[in-house]
């Protein structure tokens, strides 16, 4: 059987106060192309569909459709929720998905059947797909207490709650002439992130030891972080990265889609396909003289200004730039936190003296930010 996997498209998603919709219909576009050519018997779309858990209409509009493309295709889809996603806002698409063909699974069920489904290959290739939606600590709680676990168990850490649920699911692999295949969303030691996720849920108590994938699976399709890369674990197990770079951590990504051709009794055997669409990001640096003469790259354009703060700065470069989505001073100009003025005490002073020494702190001489920040502080007092 051959499978596209695919994932973190972010729809909704709004950069510095850019708008991304036009670069998620050419990416999104370029996806369901890909598929044409493929001809993929299952799509897998494993979460964060949309960046925000209260998605626009236009972005409902966009995921639903591309959803619809792909299985258009004659491909199978199934599409889990991620941390970004309102689960139980996909879970109330799902008669509209099951009348499409579609599998969706926004969160996690009482009935742990819900989360696996069967299928077959147009070939006649059977597969079975346990699809976990992300669980956050609190849910990943009361979902192995759902699926009947001791209180004692129910205490471990976040990574035994989702090894137990993923060993519930994955109870069926034991058929020799099936494909065994898990979709997750969630972070795995050891795997880079790509720059733009959301920290909380990528650190600390949410990262997973690989062991947790059953050995017998003979795919492992992951969400959540943006970078395609393959996980060193007891089967295959790979993140397909985000469609397009999501913010400016993501500018040296290489936006793909990855497709999987497996049996039953062999190894699966992948690839990457890229998905160029998106307007590409940039990083430029240098003074204004410098910035003045240089040919501004395609894209949308980060900027690090190598000059002192001052009042106006981001209008003159906004105006050499006007691409230049994010603008701030270089870091290598602003002093290591202890150096050169001593750091203001805050008992006894004023808000303006301690304003005062904040800006000294950054090397900010600018009479003109004293006198807008009396006149915003003179407003709040009346």
């Not at 941390?83 to 742990?112: F, K, M």
Request: net charge negative.
């Amino acid at each position: 059987m051959k499978i596209l996997h695919t994932s973190d498209w972010h729809v909704g998603k709004v950069l510095k106060g850019q708008s991304r919709a036009e670069e998620h219909k050419q990416v999104l576009a370029q996806v369901i192309e890909i598929a044409r050519v493929e001809r993929p018997d299952l799509v897998i779309v494993a979460g964060d569909l949309y960046d925000t858990a209260a998605p626009t209409p236009e972005a409902t509009r966009l995921v639903t459709r591309a959803l619809t493309a792909l299985r258009r295709t004659g491909a199978d889809v199934v599409a889990i929720g991620g941390n970004h996603d309102n689960g139980a806002a996909l879970d109330a698409l799902r008669p509209w998905a099951e009348a499409a063909g579609i599998t969706l699974r926004g969160s996690v069920r009482e009935n742990p059947a819900e989360h696996v489904i069967d299928g077959a290959t147009r070939d006649g290739e059977r597969w079975q797909v346990a699809a976990l939606p992300f669980l956050s600590q609190r849910y990943a709680v009361r979902a192995v207490e759902m699926y009947d676990l001791t209180p004692a168990e129910a205490n471990q850490t976040y990574a035994d709650h989702l090894g137990r649920v993923l060993a519930r699911l994955a109870e069926g692999f034991t058929e020799p002439d099936r494909v065994h295949l898990v979709t997750a969303h969630l972070t795995v030691v050891g795997a880079s992130t790509g720059g733009g996720e959301r920290d909380a849920h990528t650190v600390l108590g949410y990262a997973v030891p690989a062991t947790v994938f059953p050995g017998n699976a003979h795919y492992v399709a992951l969400g959540h972080l943006h970078r395609s890369q393959r996980v060193i674990g007891p089967c295959p197990v790979r993140y397909s990265g985000s469609p397009l770079a999501v913010d400016f951590g993501e500018q040296e990504n290489v936006a793909s889609v990855t497709i999987v051709e497996v049996t039953a009794t062999t190894a699966a055997q992948i690839r990457e396909v890229p998905v160029p669409g998106a307007v590409p990001l940039r990083t430029v640096r240098g003074t204004l003289a410098q910035l003045a003469e240089i040919d501004a790259p395609d894209g949308w354009l980060r900027v690090y200004v190598r000059e002192q703060p001052r009042a106006g700065l981001r209008e003159e470069v906004q105006e050499l730039l006007p691409r230049a989505l994010e603008i701030r001073i270089d870091p290598e100009l602003v002093p290591a936190p202890g150096s050169g003025t001593r750091t203001a005490q805050r008992a006894g002073r004023s808000p303006r003296e301690l304003f005062a020494d904040y800006l000294g702190s950054r090397g900010h001489a600018d009479e003109d930010v004293r006198h807008l920040f009396d006149e915003l502080l003179e407003e709040i007092d009346h």
